[in-house]
């Protein structure tokens, strides 16, 4: 792995390690980026580099916006969906950049992402 997305990796579980809810004694958003970070390398072990940051980032930071702030309707669900897709698209993108990654990169992320 190279330095770059070591550092986007590290940034991205940093912002996940604040979520306060836990599991095994681990935050949960946390240990979700790395399952998804290790299913995605069994089933596609040549990922592109934007497809291993967004399996990474999709749920950066994800109980800052609970289901519970919509209506429990199909519509409020996918208002809730829209809104995190935005959400953490941007969160990652922030911290992407902070990582060193230009624009391309960060646009195709947080289209992976959305």
Do not use: C
Not at 29 to 46: H, I
Not at 56 to 69: D, F, K, S, V
Not at 90 to 95: D, E, H, S, V, Y
Request: aromatic share 8%.
């Amino acid at each position: 792995m190279d330095d770059r997305l070591q550092r986007a990796f590290e940034l991205l579980d940093a912002a996940n390690t604040e979520d306060p809810r836990q599991q095994d004694g681990q935050p949960v958003e946390l240990l979700y980026a790395q399952r998804m970070t290790d299913w995605l390398g069994r089933l596609y072990p040549d990922a592109s580099e934007p497809l291993r940051l967004a399996a990474r980032a999709q749920h950066i930071r994800r109980w800052t916006i609970p289901r519970g702030r919509y209506p429990m309707t199909r519509a409020g669900y996918l208002q809730w969906r829209t809104e995190l897709g935005r959400f953490h698209a941007q969160t990652a993108g922030r911290l992407l950049s902070e990582a060193g990654y230009d624009d391309a990169i960060i646009k195709r992320v947080g289209a992976l992402i959305r």
